[in-house]
C-alpha cells in the first residue's frame, strides 16, 4: 500500500468524527486534502468549518463548506488535522506545511483534537522530524541563536512565507525528551510567533492508518 492510500484511508475514517450540525475545525496538509476530498465525494454535512489555511479554505469552499472567521465562532467540538510527528503521549511536531500558527489557535479553540496520520508519523522521541519555529523577520538571527543554545540547528525555510507574512526556521538535531518544557521555552523568545509542538495541548485521539486498517489510540 503506497502512503497516498494510507492517507485516503484515515481521511475516510475520519469522516465518523465530525460533528453534527456544529463547527468543525479543520487543518492542513496533504492528508487534510483528501479528507476535505472525501467530504465532497460522501456528501457529509459540514454545518460550517474554521480553517487553518488560505489553501484549506479554498477546498473546503470549492466543495461548498461555509468557512467562517474564528473572530466570529465560539470555541468549537472538533479540530481534525494530521502532524509531522506524534509520540506515544500525542505531543506532536507540526508546521511542515507551515501553517503552525493558525493550527495553534485552532486547536486551542476545540474541545477535542483529532490527528489523522499514516503510521509512519508515529515515533518514540519527537525531533527526527526538523522543529518548525515562525518567527518575525526582524528578529530572525536572535532566535537562531536562541535555538543553537539550545541545541538546535536552525535553518531558514527556503521560499516561504507564511500566511501571516513570517518566516519559519526548521530546527534539525533535536531530540525532545520533554516537548512541554521546551514548547514553552521557545514560545517564550523574543520574535517567536509559534513553535510547532504542541505538548502543552496535544491530540485528544490519534486515527493512524495502517496496511491493516485504522487504528484509533484515545
Ligand atoms: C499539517 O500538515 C501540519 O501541521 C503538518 O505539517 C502537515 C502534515 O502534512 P501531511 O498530511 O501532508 O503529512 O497538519
Known sequence: ??????????????????????????????????????????????????????????????????????????????????????????????GGGACLTREKILTSMAKKFICIVDKSKLVDTLGKFPLPVEIIPMAREQVARTLRALGGEPVLRKDCITDNGCEILDVHGLKITDPLALEQKINQIPGVVTVGLFAAKGADIVLY?????VKVLK
Open 209 to 213: 492508518a495502517t496496511e491493516e486498517g
Open 1 to 94: 500500500m503506497t502512503q497516498d492510500e494510507l492517507k485516503v484511508m484515515v481521511a475516510k475514517a475520519a469522516l465518523d468524527y465530525i460533528p453534527a450540525g456544529s463547527v468543525l475545525g479543520v487543518g492542513s496538509g496533504s492528508t487534510v486534502m483528501k479528507f476535505i476530498e472525501q467530504i465532497g465525494i460522501n456528501k457529509v454535512p459540514v454545518a460550517a468549518a474554521v480553517s487553518s489555511s488560505n489553501k484549506t479554505t479554498e477546498a473546503l469552499k470549492s466543495i461548498g463548506v461555509n468557512v467562517v472567521d474564528p473572530n466570529e465562532t465560539q470555541p468549537y467540538d472538533v479540530y481534525i488535522d494530521g502532524a509531522d510527528e506524534v509520540d506515544p503521549n500525542f505531543n506532536m511536531i507540526k
